[in-house]
């Protein structure tokens, strides 16, 4: 029988192509819910799938920030029955914290962190009767390292990896996986609609400096950082489809092994101070960001350490 797979905001990314790939399986051995919070914006999504339309993959609505949706969504399903729910919808927020409104950065948890436990409270019950289920939540690497003006965004992540860790204890007992993706940059609309939001911010309430460490020295160095160790959203989708397949899947999943090493670093020294003063010498001592970064990842980066990441193959 065909595995159901329910995966949250698909119009664009790395959901839309998670959604395609698991779709245009060879075997069809998925049918995939492909959910998007506005069916308006589905252009993109309907031309990659193809034939797939109808076939392997069905479309539906769903915000991933209102009960009523979630509800309704997860009901419409026959039986109620998922096999895997892959939580990918989520919201980026970049800038000095005193410019943040306490009302925005709730915009982000309700999304980043209530959304997927929505998601999560309203699917596992049914998987835990059957004894059976994989739950999916795509984290970021900033789910385990803060990043510098990435305050908020990091915290949604680091808030919702502890509600995945307590949750699989649970889970375990009742045969559900849960496995965690954490991607470092990719290469879809995120970048692009953080950088829109910067266009437009005032930054009223931060100071100068601040604003210039923000813009001149954070900022450029981020798209650097981007356009050095990007990844496509097709990778991510493969590395995901890796997880959703492997027999005993693994609980945290890395997809950059350029990043394994800011990982190592933290777990290497229990007083924290490694990290923030890594983090910190690379921001304000050095010229650019980018090329320390990238010789200091790709020396620390041997091969014990790639072993730690997911990769398609
Ligand atoms: P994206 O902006 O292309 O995709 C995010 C999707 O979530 C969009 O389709 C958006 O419409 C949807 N969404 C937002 N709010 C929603 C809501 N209330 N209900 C339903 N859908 C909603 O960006 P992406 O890079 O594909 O992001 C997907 C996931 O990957 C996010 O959770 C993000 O945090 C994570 N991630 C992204 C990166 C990156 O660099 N792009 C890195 C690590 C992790």
């Known amino acids: 029988a ?34 998007m919070r ?28 209102s009960d009523d949706s979630v509800k309704q969504c997860i009901s419409s399903v026959k039986d109620r029955h ?51 289920g994989h739950i999916i939540v795509m984290s970021s690497v900033m789910g385990m390292q ?15 990896e502890g509600f995945c860790e307590s949750m699989a204890v ?14 470092g940059p990719v290469h879809t609309e995120f970048e692009a609609k953080m950088m829109d939001e910067l266009a437009e911010m005032e930054f009223s309430g931060a100071d100068q400096d601040t604003v210039r460490y923000f813009k001149d ?21 493969k590395c995901t489809q890796k ?7 693994r609980f945290r999943n890395l997809t950059n092994s350029l990043y394994t090493p ?6 290497a020294d229990e007083t924290g101070g490694l990290s923030v003063h890594a983090f910190y010498n690379l921001l304000f001592n050095f010229g650019s960001l980018m090329h320390v970064a990238m010789a200091v990842l790709k020396c620390l980066t041997c091969s014990c350490l790639r072993r730690r990441t997911v990769s398609p193959d």
Do not use: W
């Open 38 to 65: 506005n069916l308006q914006k589905k252009k993109e999504l309907v031309e990659a799938a193809g034939e797939a339309l109808g076939n392997t993959l069905t479309l539906q609505a769903l915000d991933v920030c």
């Open 217 to 237: 020295v954070y900022v450029p160095s981020s798209c650097d950082i981007f356009e050095a160790m990007g990844q496509t959203p097709e990778y991510i989708a």
């Open 82 to 132: 998922i096999d895997i729910l892959i939580n990918n919808a989520g919201v980026g927020l970049l800038g000095p914290l005193e410019s943040i409104s306490v009302e925005r950065m709730k915009t982000v948890f309700d999304t980043n962190f209530f959304g997927t436990v929505r998601m999560i409270k309203e699917v596992m019950p049914d998987m835990k009767k059957r004894r059976a």
């Open 170 to 183: 649970q889970l375990l007992k009742f045969n559900v996986k849960m496995s965690l993706i954490e991607p």
């Open 243 to 249: 997880v959703i397949e492997s027999r005993s899947p």
């Open 2 to 35: 065909q595995r159901v797979v329910l995966i949250t905001g698909c119009s664009s990314g790395i959901g839309l192509r998670i959604a395609v790939l698991l779709a245009k399986d060879e075997q069809r051995r998925y049918h995939v819910i492909a959910t």
């Open 262 to 267: 800011i990982v190592a670093m933290k777990y």
């Open 146 to 160: 803060g990043v510098v003006f990435n305050d908020i965004y990091a915290a949604s992540k680091f808030a919702i």
